[in-house]
């Protein structure tokens, strides 16, 4: 049963993090204007980072919780990469936007490999999960 929850938060923060990284970031940039679209996609990340950093950690408790290890492990890495976008990188890109753009599209392009980094822990820990033996199942 923990199991199932877990593959349930997980697949929501696989849902919600590829739908906003792959389909709804990179509309808003092709309609809107460049800086606008900046814009709403800053006062999303706060939200974004947060919820990653939320249901990444969440997971990792209750997958140590059910006894899996090394998928909590894992599972903590990608939290810590979420809270380090959340409370590093962001402010930081905030910072560089005006003032550095050179070092932002730097910053930027980290904090992007970085998010696709946690997208495949948890689609590790989804698959993973799925294919355990279950406890009680004999």
């Not at 349930?8 to 800086?35: E, N, R």
């Not at 910053?107 to 009680?136: C, E, Q």
């Amino acid at each position: 049963m923990l199991e199932r929850f877990t593959v349930a938060l997980l697949g929501f923060y696989l849902g919600f993090s590829t739908f906003f990284s792959f389909v709804v970031a990179p509309i808003l940039f092709s309609v809107l204007d460049k800086s606008l679209a900046g814009e709403v996609v800053a006062k999303i990340f706060p939200l974004y980072f947060g919820s990653a950093t939320t249901l990444l950690g969440l997971s990792a408790l209750l997958t140590l919780k059910g006894g899996y290890k090394k998928v909590a492990y894992l599972l903590l890495v990608g939290t810590l990469i979420a809270a380090f976008q959340e409370f590093y990188i962001l402010p930081l890109a905030g910072e560089l936007k005006s003032s550095n753009p050179s070092a932002f599209k730097v910053w930027h392009g980290i904090s992007m490999l970085l998010n696709v980094v946690d997208i495949f822990i948890a689609t590790f820990g989804v698959f993973y999960l799925i294919k355990a033996p279950r406890k009680g199942d004999g």
